[in-house]
């Protein structure tokens, strides 16, 4: 293998990986708060694609504007999500079984409202930016470098989020003790919306993001959500340094086992790996529950 070779697939998995950390983020959030596994992350993926879609091409409207309104939108469609299928279930003695449940109805659902209404043909978003970054032997598309530094920049800002804003230290004292946080006078029902909120703008983000490179179709949130789900896992649920770990060794094999052995063995193999670890820690790799 040449420098050269394994320079572009170390790039190529970082980008992949930034991608999984952005889905597996607001899964793992969402969990970390609620002790709710949401299903319809990969549905919030696909709609946020799809608002994007409709601003742009059929409004016409400014790429900014698009984006703005879109992580708006979602940020609305989390809150009302859980305000309308989650917070009813709580009154309720083991609810969060039940909220699963729930979500997995409402990601069928929701697909199929999108294949309803946007038909199974794959559609594309323009690219944010174009042209090439060359470094030496190293090249990327601007589209791609600026999904890595927004990765990087999400998961800035979510650390800072939970260790200094007000309501991020909430939403953390809710994850760690919710009798405790409720003692002390936290709005337990307000920190479980804003949990929702803020996972289906994570996939609000990860669609802008990676529309442009891979084709939506209504079925599209499953392929990154299984990829979501086997980094949470493989990180430990609730830790987010773990999902951040996980996201980028997954993403590094998944480059190395498309480019020696093929595309079809990519999953298989990442899936084998994860069950090596869960045999060995059940929690993942930094878990805390």
């Known amino acids: ?141 601007y589209h791609d470098l600026i999904i890595l530094l927004t990765s990087v920049a999400i998961v800035i800002i979510i650390n800072l989020f939970l260790r200094k804003a007000r309501t991020g230290m909430s939403m953390a004292a809710v994850a760690q003790d919710e009798v405790g946080a409720n003692i002390v006078g936290i709005p337990i029902s307000r920190m479980y919306g804003y949990s929702f909120a803020i996972a289906a703008l994570l996939a609000g983000v990860s669609a802008v993001l990676l529309t442009p490179r891979l084709p939506l179709f209504p079925a599209m949130g499953w392929v990154i959500f ?26 590094i094999m998944e480059t190395f086992v498309t480019s020696y052995l093929g595309a079809v063995w990519a999953l298989p193999v990442c899936l084998i790996l994860l069950v090596i670890v869960l045999v060995f820690r059940p929690r993942g790799l930094f878990g805390v529950w």
């Open 1 to 141: 293998m040449t420098f050269s070779l394994a320079a572009n697939l170390l790039l190529t998995a970082a980008i992949l990986g930034a991608i999984y950390l952005l889905m597996a983020l607001g899964l793992t959030l969402v969990y970390g708060v609620t002790r709710v596994f949401n299903f319809a992350q990969g549905s919030f993926y696909v709609w946020g694609g799809y608002i994007a879609l409709v601003l742009y091409t059929s409004f016409q409207l400014d790429y900014r504007l698009v984006i703005a309104i879109t992580l708006g939108s979602m940020f609305g469609i989390g809150l009302v999500f859980e305000r309308l299928l989650i917070y009813p279930l709580r009154r309720f003695a083991d609810w969060q079984r039940t909220a699963v449940i729930l979500t997995l109805g409402a990601a069928l659902f929701l697909d199929s409202l999108a294949l309803a209404f946007f038909e199974a043909r794959a559609k594309l978003l323009p690219r944010l930016a174009e042209g090439i970054f060359e470094y030496g032997a190293v090249s990327l598309t």
């Open 226 to 251: 299984v990829k979501a789900f086997v980094v949470l896992m493989f990180g430990g649920l609730g830790s987010i340094k773990g999902v951040v770990i996980a996201a980028f060794i997954l993403a």
